[in-house]
């Protein structure tokens, strides 16, 4: 299985909500500045945000995806579980090895019901080698869009670098494909 791409103007007004997310992140040099956006269906058939994240919002080491999915199971709304058609949008590949030890975001995400989930970029390798978010993701069945715009791969990695010494021009195979 492999990823597939769309250009829909909805999930690019998503990814875009998404990497606003990411423009609230704590620049580091340490670490990307990642934004993620959860949506669910509604009565009417449109899509409604239903929770947020960036990276560093909450306390800790904290991922975009890792603080979205931890304040929508705050929510007493979804206690029962989540909406048949929940997507994930994600400015980044969701990492699938976490340096400081903590459970990696795909498998948080492998957690739950969501069987959608949006990219903007493949994770780059300027702290960890070989990231493996995307492949154990389609290994498991879940479908990975990978969302195009003009410009939107090179803003993705433009805030998510923000702190990082310069890594010169963005690579062109930097974006998922």
């Known amino acids: 299985m492999a990823t ?3 250009t829909e103007p909805e999930h690019v007004r998503c990814m875009r909500l998404a990497l606003d997310e990411a423009s609230k992140c704590e620049p580091t040099s340490t670490a990307f500045c990642v934004g993620c956006l959860i949506t669910a269906p509604s009565s009417d058939g449109s899509y409604s945000t239903i929770a947020t994240g960036y990276s560093r919002e909450l306390e800790g080491n904290t991922h975009a995806e890792q603080n979205a999915l931890t304040k929508l199971a705050s929510t007493s709304s ?5 909406p048949p058609s929940t997507r994930l ?3 980044m590949e969701p990492c699938s090895l976490r340096l400081s030890g903590n459970l990696p975001c795909v498998d948080r995400i492998l957690q739950t019901s969501i069987q959608q989930i949006y990219v903007a970029v493949l994770e780059p390798d300027d702290f960890v080698q070989d990231v493996q978010g995307v492949q154990k993701l389609l290994n ?8 195009e715009d003009p410009g ?7 805030v998510a670098r923000r702190g ?3 890594k ?6 930097a974006a998922a494909k």
């Open 78 to 82: 979804y206690s029962s579980g989540l």
């Open 140 to 147: 498991t069945g879940r479908q990975v869009i990978v969302v």
């Open 4 to 6: 597939t791409s769309t």
């Open 168 to 173: 010169g021009p963005v690579e062109p195979g």
């Open 89 to 91: 949008y994600t400015t």
């Open 152 to 158: 939107l791969k090179e803003d993705c990695l433009r």
């Open 164 to 166: 990082h010494l310069s």
